[in-house]
C-alpha cells in the first residue's frame, strides 16, 4: 500500500508561481512511475506531467514550459514547479503513484494505482 500527501496548494496572482509537493510513504518510491493531474470545478480530470523512475518527465501540452516536474527518489517526493500561472490553472491538483511494468500510457489515469487527496490551486487576482 502506498499513502500520497500534497501539500503547497494556495491562492496565487496570475504570472505568479508555486510548488507543490507530494510525500509519498510505504513503497519502493525509486521504482514507481510518478504524475500529477488536475480537475478544474465542472470538468474532468486531466493529466498535467509525469516522471518515470529514469526520470524521463512527461508533460501535457497546456502546461509545457510553464511547468517542471521532479522527483527526489532518497526523500520519496515528486514536486511540480508551476510558473507563469492563468487563471484556468485552477483546480485541485492530485498526486498519483503506480508500479513499473504497466503497459498503459503515462498519461492514463490507468497507469496509475495510488492517489492523494488533492491540493486546491487557484490563480485570480
Known amino acids: 500500500q502506498v499513502q500520497l500527501v500534497e501539500s503547497g496548494g494556495g491562492l496565487v496572482q496570475p504570472g505568479g508561481s508555486l510548488r507543490l509537493s507530494c510525500a509519498a510513504s510505504g513503497t519502493s518510491f525509486s521504482s514507481y512511475v510518478m504524475g500529477w493531474f488536475r480537475q478544474a470545478p465542472g470538468k474532468e480530470r486531466e493529466f498535467v506531467a509525469a516522471?518515470?523512475?529514469?526520470?524521463?518527465?512527461y508533460y501535457a501540452d497546456s502546461v509545457k514550459g510553464r511547468f517542471t516536474i521532479f522527483r527526489v527518489n532518497a526523500k520519496s517526493t515528486v514536486s511540480l514547479q508551476m510558473s507563469s500561472l492563468k487563471p484556468d490553472d485552477t483546480a485541485v491538483y492530485y498526486c498519483a503513484a503506480g508500479r513499473s511494468g504497466i503497459a498503459v500510457e503515462i498519461s492514463s489515469f490507468g497507469r496509475y494505482n495510488y492517489w492523494g487527496q488533492g491540493t486546491l490551486v487557484t490563480v485570480s487576482s
Open positions: 516522471i518515470s523512475w529514469n526520470m524521463n518527465t
